[in-house]
């Protein structure tokens, strides 16, 4: 006797089932609509990618109009990362009571906010206070957006399309960088000092909005209306999703992995949770200890250590911005075919050698022919194609269904702390022990990288959200 798959749902929800069935034979899956929705949500890393790259090109002038010391110097790149730590640790209890979509309009409400404030104080204080309520919603998208992408994906697209994520965040780094320079080009160097920096904080208003007002026309995540007990407003969008076969199937393996499930923190903590626990918050930890920020923020500065003059600088850090660019997408050809750990080992490999060169580089001073800059872009390409968007992808997809909004944000969260040690210290690393020591501590822990990757990292191309939930139950940690 078979059994009937549907034996499990409540009475009204095998009415929607069977509704469906009758009135979508035939539906094909729908990639076009994925793929439109997660690109909007996806601007939120857009916006990611601007606030954390447009003080690259202000911080010299701010440091000359507040008249900064290192440690202030540390401290103006690092507030928003204060924001974005609150942020992202409330992420995930927020989208679990309010629902994705909500939550995440409010946090482009706060970055056009901060955007505003960052533009027009006339005092440091000012200034760091509208960074952090920034920060918050940075913070906010930076969990949020990768994890919506992940409820709404395919098993089969979802890496390539929560990785968009991570595209339109070196996006948002490519392009602030052309608009830093283009203000910075407009008048003398007393405008700059005075208002230049101004402008390019709040020209962060323009993609604000434009995220904000996207968010209106997509749908809630579907996994979140189905754990309020709301199937019947999940199964049109599932239906978009996957046709309509798949989208029966769905529902019904999704109300059955919350069914198994407690939803408490403590959870993670159990041995069955304890590994995907580890490698979500590690490799959180991990992207961020390897030095890209640190190189995404103080780029020119870098280049200037190296000899390059002013216009020089932006002009290198432009380039970078472009390689980012350019191997993200890469990343995103990659990600579904290669696999997450594959991409992982061979990123985090590259960039344990790059570092190496350029510690070496700067350490005996051979800094001014062009293996600095070469050695950096390298080191840029191998992190674009690795542990920029694949961190975000399985942070996005290793927790189940009934926790992953707070799971997420806990590794969220980590993630942001890290890249708040290592931006405030390292502008007091390169003046105390030197670039070249700087950068070998970067070498180190992209070769702590590989190793984490290769003995705790499993491979989760192509299997459903379902799927990797049912396989960390096997596993003891």
Excluded at 326 to 340: C, E, P, Q, S, Y
């Amino acid at each position: 006797m078979i059994k009937d798959p549907y034996a499990d749902a409540d009475k009204s929800e095998r009415i929607i089932v069977v509704s469906s069935k009758i009135n979508n034979q035939g539906q094909q899956v729908s990639i076009k609509f994925v793929t439109l929705v997660s690109i909007v949500a996806a601007l939120g890393g857009l916006l990611f990618g601007f606030d954390t790259a447009v003080v690259s090109g202000a911080i010299g002038f701010m440091k000359e109009r507040f008249v900064l010391n290192e440690l202030e110097v540390g401290w103006a790149v690092s507030s928003l990362i204060i924001g974005c730590i609150v942020g992202a640790a409330g992420a995930g209890v927020l989208g679990d009571r309010f629902g994705r979509k909500k939550v995440l309009i409010m946090a482009a409400i706060l970055f056009i906010i901060g955007s505003v404030g960052s533009a027009i104080p006339d005092t440091f204080t000012g200034y760091i206070i509208a960074r952090i309520i920034g920060g918050l919603g940075i913070g906010i998208t930076s969990t949020l957006c990768p994890l919506y992408n992940a409820e709404i994906a395919p098993a089969k697209y979802r890496g390539r399309l929560v990785a968009l994520n991570q595209l339109a965040t070196v996006t948002g780094i490519f392009l602030v960088y052309f608009i830093n320079m283009g203000i910075a080009g407009y008048g003398d160097d007393a405008w700059d000092v005075s208002t230049a920096w101004r402008w390019m904080f709040g020209f962060g208003v323009l993609p604000g909005l434009l995220f904000l007002g996207l968010l209106f026309f997509v749908p809630e995540s579907p996994r979140w209306l189905i754990k309020q007990g709301r199937a019947a407003e999940s199964l049109p969008i599932l239906l978009k999703i996957h046709g309509e076969e798949l989208a029966k199937q769905e529902v019904l393996d999704i109300k059955e992995s919350f069914k198994q499930e407690s939803g408490s923190i403590r959870q993670l903590f159990s041995p069955a949770l304890r590994l995907a626990l580890i490698v979500g918050v590690g490799l959180a930890v991990l992207q961020q200890v390897t030095g890209i920020n640190a190189i995404m923020y103080y780029a020119p500065e870098i280049f200037k250590q190296t000899g390059s003059g002013t216009n020089a600088s932006l002009t290198q850090t432009i380039l970078v911005g472009l390689i980012n660019f350019l191997f993200t997408i890469l990343a995103l050809w990659l990600i579904d075919k290669v696999g997450r750990k594959a991409l992982l080992l061979a990123g985090s490999a590259s960039m344990t050698i790059c570092l190496v060169v350029i510690g070496t580089a700067f350490h005996t001073g051979h800094t001014s022919g062009p293996w600095v800059l070469i050695f950096i872009l390298l080191y840029v390409a191998s992190f674009a194609v690795s542990l920029g968007p694949v961190v975000w992808v399985i942070m996005s997809e290793i927790f189940p269904n009934h926790i992953r909004g707070k799971a997420t944000a806990i590794a969220s969260t980590a993630l942001w702390a890290a890249d708040y040690i290592v931006s405030q210290t390292f502008p007091p690393m390169l003046a105390s022990v030197g670039p070249g020591i700087t950068f070998w501590i970067f070498g180190v822990m992209s070769l702590i990288t590989f190793f984490f990757t290769w003995r705790v990292v499993p491979e989760t191309k192509g299997k459903s959200l379902e799927e990797i939930e049912s396989m960390w139950s096997s596993t003891k940690a």
